[in-house]
């Protein structure tokens, strides 16, 4: 008899446990639509730094660049703080995007970045070319240094740049050239201080 009363009330627990386990697995799907919102929210903004970086080249748009920038670098600040917090506090204050996310949002960020500094040097009028090409052209030759002043080159010296290669081809030859310059390092190492916090959060699933 005992033992028949013991069954029952063991099959009445299993079925309760059974239905706080769905009630559980229920809470997550508010987590992943919030989740879905709050990459969406990270997926325009990478947009939106891509496109006006892009049109700001495209258009010769200083001021349009110059929020580009400043737009990229307050989002890599606050992502670099928020991961530092999770690491010191396992507290989590502003969502991280998603893994795939990650990747898109490097990419655009770095696209704007060059292109967006690409027109600042073109509008600073400060970038020489130090030394002629294979074939020069009547602008550029031993006696006379060509200015920047072509959107594929500044591309090419903004990328140059941000990647500390430094051919030498191209220089900055003014205060305002080289502070550009010094602006967009500091921006390069802010994307590659993002991208390894982000890597180990993934990785110790504090996200």
Same mark, same amino acid.
Request: aromatic share 10%; with cysteine.
């Given at each position: 008899?005992?033992?028949?009363?013991?069954?029952?009330?063991?099959?009445?627990?299993?079925? %309760?446990?059974?239905?706080?386990?769905?009630?559980?697995?229920?809470?997550?799907?508010?987590?992943?639509?919030?989740?879905?919102?709050?990459?969406?929210a990270h997926f325009i903004l990478g947009f939106?730094?891509?496109? +006006?970086?892009? %049109?700001?080249?495209?258009?010769?748009?200083?001021?349009?660049?110059?929020?580009?920038?400043?737009?990229?670098?307050?989002?890599?600040?606050?992502?670099?703080?928020?991961?530092?917090?999770?690491?010191?506090?396992?507290?989590?204050?502003?969502?991280?995007?998603?893994?795939?996310?990650?990747?898109? $949002?490097?990419?655009?960020?770095?696209?704007?970045?060059?292109?967006? %500094?690409?027109? +600042?040097?073109?509008?600073?009028?400060?970038?020489?070319?130090?030394?002629?090409?294979?074939?020069?052209?009547?602008?550029?030759?031993?006696?006379?240094?060509?200015? +920047?002043?072509?959107?594929?080159?500044?591309?090419?010296?903004?990328?140059?740049?941000?990647?500390?290669?430094?051919?030498?081809?191209?220089?900055?030859?003014?205060?305002?050239?080289?502070?550009?310059?010094?602006?967009?390092?500091?921006?390069?190492? $802010?994307?590659?201080?993002?991208?390894?916090?982000?890597?180990?959060?993934?990785?110790?699933?504090?996200?």
């Amino acid at each position: 008899m005992n033992e028949n009363i013991e069954k029952k009330l063991s099959d009445i627990k299993s079925i %309760f446990a059974s239905i706080e386990a769905d009630v559980k697995n229920c809470k997550p799907s508010k987590d992943r639509s919030k989740n879905i919102w709050e990459n969406i929210a990270h997926f325009i903004l990478g947009f939106m730094v891509l496109f +006006l970086g892009l %049109f700001a080249i495209c258009l010769k748009i200083k001021g349009m660049a110059l929020i580009a920038i400043i737009l990229v670098n307050i989002y890599l600040v606050i992502l670099i703080c928020e991961c530092a917090v999770r690491s010191m506090t396992k507290k989590n204050y502003i969502p991280l995007p998603d893994r795939t996310l990650s990747l898109f $949002l490097m990419i655009c960020l770095l696209i704007s970045t060059v292109t967006s %500094f690409g027109e +600042l040097y073109l509008d600073s009028g400060e970038v020489i070319h130090t030394f002629c090409d294979k074939k020069p052209t009547p602008q550029c030759d031993n006696s006379n240094k060509e200015v +920047l002043s072509n959107e594929i080159d500044a591309i090419y010296f903004s990328a140059v740049t941000i990647t500390t290669l430094g051919y030498g081809d191209y220089a900055p030859a003014g205060t305002t050239a080289r502070c550009y310059v010094v602006w967009e390092l500091v921006s390069g190492l $802010l994307i590659l201080l993002l991208i390894f916090p982000i890597v180990v959060n993934r990785i110790s699933n504090l996200d």
